[in-house]
């Protein structure tokens, strides 16, 4: 799994972020992924081209 540290805004500093598995078929064409996790909170980010989308981390019940 490859991984990057970036600025987490949930978690207000740096951290690791990994990508997981790509369940969209980016690999299967020969594109990158966009999406990246926070690997402490979950914070996913989307990034591709120009454009960085910050998406709120997801909960998950007990």
Same mark, same amino acid.
């Given at each position: 799994? *490859?991984?990057?540290? =970036?600025? /987490?805004?949930? @978690? !207000? ?18 594109? *990158?992924?966009?999406? =990246?996790? /926070?690997?402490? @909170? !979950? ?20």
């Amino acid at each position: 799994m *490859e991984s990057q540290l =970036w600025h /987490c805004s949930d @978690c !207000g500093d740096e951290r690791e972020f990994v990508q997981p598995t790509c369940s969209d078929g980016h690999a299967e064409s020969g594109a *990158e992924c966009p999406e =990246w996790i /926070c690997a402490e @909170c !979950g914070t996913a980010v989307l990034v591709g081209g120009a454009h960085v989308v910050v998406l709120p981390q997801v909960r998950r019940a007990a």
